[in-house]
């Protein structure tokens, strides 16, 4: 099966060193709260123990407003660089169009801010996944959108 390399990037003005950890423990629940068009909003996140990336390996599982779910694992840290995961055992109407994905957080210096890019490797599903997933790379692209949206609030939020 192809996959399809889907990404959405945006600067922020604080440094790798700010973003990085701050983006890796954001609560799903906050960074993909809303809704995009047919894809759902995340509500819960359960089965994680300890603090998100803490080490290689670690899973969580990832609950959709629609009863759909997934199981993340943590597949790389590399800090204040990356952080990826991969995404499988997909439950709910996601299961329609994707089989699995791997995603990846990635940090770079940009001017005086960091650039921070989410991108997603993505399997469809036979039929159904192939034939609809220009439709889903828009729309992800939005979800996505919405997700960097939420990252600029938490990093211009005054330190607590």
């Not at 899973?59 to 590399?78: A, F, H, P, Q, W």
């Not at 997909?90 to 791997?102: E, Q, Y």
């Not at 801010?113 to 692209?141: D, Q, Y």
């Amino acid at each position: 099966m192809s996959t399809r390399h889907l990404e959405k990037f945006a600067t922020f003005p604080v440094s790798v060193e700010v973003a990085y950890p701050k983006v890796l423990v954001m609560p799903l629940p906050q960074l993909f709260g809303r809704r995009y068009w047919a894809i759902a909003p995340i509500v819960e996140v359960t089965g994680q123990e300890g603090e998100w990336g803490s080490a290689v390996g670690q899973t969580r599982t990832i609950k959709m407003s629609d009863g759909g779910n997934m199981l993340e694992t943590l597949t790389v840290i590399d800090q204040p660089n990356r952080f990826g995961y991969s995404i499988g055992n997909v439950k709910g109407m996601l299961k329609l169009l994707v089989v699995a994905a791997s995603g990846t957080w990635s940090f770079e210096a940009d001017g005086a801010g960091t650039r921070v890019t989410w991108s997603w490797e993505v399997t469809p599903t036979k039929v159904i996944g192939r034939v609809a997933m220009p439709v889903f790379a828009r729309l992800w692209s939005g979800f996505a959108g919405q997700g960097m949206e939420e990252i600029g609030k938490a990093l211009s939020a005054p330190a607590t």
